[in-house]
């Protein structure tokens, strides 16, 4: 193998970031919980994705029900925060509450993101979206065909990171978008997958239910090199 590509696989296994999904996914503990984000700290997780809601006019922890200030509050300020939102009218807020820490606002609606378009090197789109139930067969399948060739979605964005679903990348749609921005990869929870995206040096970021496996499969790789 040759020192090009050695090199860029050491890069792309030692700074991939690994992103713990609401916490991670632990037995007998509440996703989205302060005991998951501290399990995933411990383990090593570089970041926590918080999937956030509105309750009246207070933002939440979906599942969890756990107040934003108070998710804050259990998270140390050196970990990447990965908000993911998908209601209106709420940049303002928002921003104030993860003031001063590393963060990051991502979602799968264009519009969303429009609001944070003073700090746009923070937001990231989200392709691949589960919460479709409501469309009809046509439109799920124009939305499909366009997160498979997400280049010019990308682009009407107007945003610098996009985070790409497992199921999506298996059908080649990291090598369909836009080359000059960010990729992550969200809903990767095999050993193959993870493995695979940290030896790939598109990826900046891995969210994962499964933080543990995946820094150890890191740490592997990282030592093998």
């Not at 995933?40 to 029900?65: F, M």
């Not at 990051?104 to 979206?129: A, H, K, P, T």
Request: overall charge negative; aromatic content about 6%.
């Amino acid at each position: 193998m040759s020192n090009k590509i050695l090199d860029e696989f050491e890069t792309s296994v030692t700074d991939t970031k690994i992103i713990a999904h609401n916490g991670g996914s632990w037995r007998n503990v509440i996703p989205n919980s302060s005991e998951a984000f501290q399990k995933s700290i411990d383990v090593g997780a570089d970041g926590i994705q918080l999937d956030l809601e509105i309750l009246g006019n207070e933002i939440i922890c979906s599942v969890s029900g756990l107040a934003l200030d108070k998710a804050l509050g259990s998270i140390s300020e050196d970990i990447i925060l990965v908000a993911r939102l998908e209601e209106i009218g709420y940049a303002d807020k928002l921003s104030e509450a993860l003031e001063g820490r590393n963060w990051q606002i991502v979602s799968f609606r264009e519009e969303v993101l429009m609001e944070y378009s003073s700090c746009q090197e923070r937001v990231g789109l989200m392709l691949g979206n589960p919460f479709t139930k409501d469309l009809s067969w046509k439109e799920n399948l124009r939305d499909l065909k366009e997160d498979l060739f997400p280049k010019q979605k990308v682009l009407d964005a107007k945003i610098e990171k996009i985070i790409v679903a497992d199921s999506l990348a298996r059908f080649g749609a990291l090598s369909r978008t836009y080359k000059r921005i960010n990729h992550s990869i969200w809903g990767a929870n095999d050993h193959k997958s993870i493995r695979k995206y940290l030896l790939d040096s598109r990826v900046q970021e891995i969210h994962t239910d499964y933080p543990a496996v995946a820094v150890e499969i890191r740490d592997e790789l990282s030592n093998a090199l």
